[in-house]
Every structure is written in C-alpha cells, then in structure tokens.
C-alpha cells in the first residue's frame, strides 16, 4: 500500500521494513533518535541551520575550493593571501623576495679622517655631505709642588649637513692635533659655497696652578657643541674634559682620550698631551 494511504495511526512498527518510494517532508513529524544509513545527497538538504553535526568531517566531505594546496612563504617569499568577510581564504600566492628587499640599507658611507691635512674629493653622484670636525683636545699644564692639577679641555664639535655639491669638487680639511683646531673649508675656486666649518681645541690646563680650563668652540656647523670644561682642584674635583665623541680622563699624567679629548690631571714637570681631533664624512 502507499504510505500516502496509510494513516498514522494505523501503523504501530516498521521495525526491519523496507519502503520503496520517496517520503516527502510532509510525512515526517519528527527525526529524533532516527538513525539514518546511507548517504544524503546535497539534493535531499534545504537548511543545516541550526544542525549540530557530530563526528569529523572528512576532507573528503568538503568541496575543493580555487586555493591550490601548497606552501607559501619562506626564505626567499612572502605569502600574499586574500580572505573575504566570511573568514574564508579566497586567494594565496608567493610574493618573491627582491634584492632590493633586503640589501637597502640606511648606514651611510663614512670617511673618517684622523691627522693631517689635504683636500677631500666629493664622490661620484653625492651631492649631500654630513661633516662632523672635532678640534684636538688640550694639553695639561705643569704640576705645582708634585699635586695634580687641573688637565686640558675638551675639543669642541661642530657638525653640518651640506647640500647641493658637485661630485668631483673638493673640501680642504685639517684635522687638528692635540690642542689645535679641526677644519673643513671651501670657497668660490672649487664652485662650492661652503664657509669655515672649525671645531676649536681645547683649553690648556693652568699652568702651575689648580685652576680650570674652557673647553674649545665650534663654528660653521648647524649644530656647534663645545668640549667639556677641565676642573682643577679647586673645583673639588680634578679631571681632563671631554669631546662630544670622548669621555674626560680621571687617571692622572694620562693623554686624553681620542677623539678631541683633554689631557689628565698631571703632577708632574713635563706637558701631558691632549687627544687628537678628528673629521667625518657621511653619504
């Protein structure tokens, strides 16, 4: 008989009994506690909202998807994906790495010139310089009755961004030695319109005594920074001063320290020599 023609409540079990045919939803009250063997096509489900699904689901059980199956990224790519606004990655793809990626890098060249004098060629395709000069730091005086005295000042620092060069054109430099001036100078001759860049030594120690010694000046820069003051012993506290690039020297009959640093306390008859300056160049 077709179920169409069974009423509900004429049958009382259908335990081990085989339908044929199709059941329509509307002859279904209820699924609950109904196990169902077999597969259901994706034909036979309307909605699976609200539908708790127990046990795993296979990769089998979901549909491949336009992201070919791979991996992505590494030492030389990046992974470049693309997810919609359901959370589902829609889109994945290596990105390689370029030379330029990873190679670029914001450390200048730097010339670093510690003696003497002479003239600095401006490189092929540089037209922008940073130059920092730091004068030579200041010698120590003669010590009075074996006491240790006020030691030599520090060098001063002057550092200046310049612009507009011409590759193949110079700059004059002297780097100064102890107690005397670091420069870099330009004028109309060589086509630049650069002034005087100085950084001035440091003060000497005072000779005999236990006074203080000013640190050296800086001019020409857009940035001028002084060295540090010596302090004698009537101060309260005896040392050589610093440079913007060294520290003040504490040890008694001791140079300074390098660059542009002043020379220690001295207790002894003979000069102690302050450090020499220095002059660099960045692009």
């Not at 092929?124 to 200041?138: E, H, L, Y």
């Not at 140079?255 to 450090?275: D, H, K, L, V």
């Amino acid at each position: 008989m077709p179920l169409s023609k069974i009423p509900a409540n004429g049958i009382s079990a259908i335990a081990n009994t085989a339908i044929s045919g199709n059941i329509v939803s509307s002859q279904i009250t209820s699924v609950s506690n109904t196990q169902i063997t077999g597969l259901i096509a994706n034909t036979q489900i309307a909605n699976v909202s609200n539908t708790k699904i127990v046990g795993l689901i296979t990769a089998t059980q979901l549909a491949n998807t336009a992201v070919t199956a791979g991996i992505y990224g590494g030492a030389n790519n990046s992974a470049s994906i693309t997810v919609d606004a359901q959370g589902r990655v829609t889109s994945v793809s290596n990105v390689a790495w370029t030379s330029t990626d990873i190679t670029a890098s914001p450390i200048p060249t730097i010339n670093v010139l510690t003696s003497g004098s002479g003239t600095w060629t401006i490189p092929s395709g540089v037209t922008k310089v940073k130059v920092t000069v730091v004068g030579g730091g200041g010698n120590s005086s003669g010590g009075l009755y074996g006491y240790a005295v006020s030691g030599g000042a520090g060098g001063g620092t002057a550092i200046k961004w310049l612009s507009g060069l011409t590759p193949g054109k110079t700059l004059d430099y002297t780097v100064g030695a102890a107690a005397a001036a670091s420069q870099v100078v330009t004028g109309a001759s060589n086509g630049q319109t650069i002034t005087s860049i100085i950084g001035s030594a440091g003060s000497a120690g005072i000779s005999g005594g236990s006074g203080s010694g000013d640190g050296g000046s800086a001019s020409g820069g857009d940035l001028n920074i002084a060295g540090q003051r010596a302090l004698g012993s009537a101060d309260g506290a005896v040392y050589g001063g610093g440079s913007h690039f060294a520290a003040a020297q504490f040890n008694t009959n001791t140079a300074g320290n390098i660059p542009g640093g002043g020379a220690g306390p001295q207790s002894s008859g003979s000069t102690i020599s302050g450090a020499r300056g220095v002059i660099i160049f960045e692009y």
